[in-house]
């Protein structure tokens, strides 16, 4: 077991990876501050973002200690998840939803995506995403030899998912923003859209293997977590007010 960080120093950046005691320390000197890490699967390689040229890098630490001296993949905004063998990634970035390999090549996958942060890529190879399909934002569920997709779960405008470590639950938050208009003048009304209040925010556990799903909280969140074997999640709310069922 290993664990990473990012790290500045008198000589400039780096990712640093050692035993849970300390122990084997290996040093990778980056042109960035990294501020989000991820390992493979397969623990071979380490993923890590920075501020980079468009705006969010990624660099690939193989845990050799080699200077990271290139960015293999970047774009405006950047979220990934790894593939089982740990020899691509799916990433959702400014440029839409595509496949990267390890040389940084770039295959695309035609939806439209709807506003989330992170795809995820299962453990049984197929990939979760949210989507704009037939005028509504779904998430679904891609072959990606395919390309072809079954849909799960409607969601509101904004949505962000977890699948938990076994496979089996996927908990899904979903935002519907309200609307505002405002009367510009000459017959001339603009819809902008508000931010949503607690009745306008829950999350969700769609059961992966029978389709039901169940609301567990009423109340926008700041992130989810599952805990290791799949049974409880873990939230983080702006106040004490959330209300779990």
Do not use: C
């Amino acid at each position: 077991r290993r664990i990473a960080w990012s790290q500045s120093g008198p000589s400039g950046w780096s990712i640093n990876s050692a035993n849970t005691d300390g122990t084997e320390l290996r040093q990778a000197t980056t042109l960035f501050s990294g501020y989000f890490g991820s390992w493979s699967p397969t623990s071979r390689r380490l993923g890590f973002l920075g501020n980079a040229p468009p705006g969010t890098g990624l660099v690939l630490d193989d845990g050799t200690g080699a200077d990271l001296d290139s960015v293999v993949d970047s774009d405006t905004f950047y979220y990934f998840s790894w593939s089982p063998d740990g020899t691509r990634w799916v990433v959702h970035s400014g440029s839409g939803i595509s496949v990267v390999a390890i040389d940084g090549s770039r295959t695309l996958i035609d939806l439209e995506p709807a506003r989330f942060r992170a795809p995820v890529w299962a453990e049984d190879g197929s990939i979760l995403l949210a989507v704009r399909h037939d005028d509504r934002n779904m998430i679904v569920q891609l072959d990606p030899a395919s390309g072809d997709f079954d849909e799960l779960l409607e969601v509101g405008d904004v949505t962000n998912f977890v699948l938990d470590p076994t496979g089996r639950y996927l908990a899904v938050e979903s935002v519907v923003l309200g609307k505002g208009q405002e009367d510009m003048g000459s017959g001339i009304t603009v819809s902008t859209a508000m931010q949503p209040d607690g009745q306008n925010a829950v999350v969700l556990v769609y059961d992966m293997q029978t389709g039901a799903v169940r609301q567990i909280l009423q109340e926008r969140t700041g992130g989810f977590w599952w805990s290791p074997n799949g049974t409880t999640l873990d939230f983080l709310v702006q106040e004490e007010s959330a209300t779990p069922e």
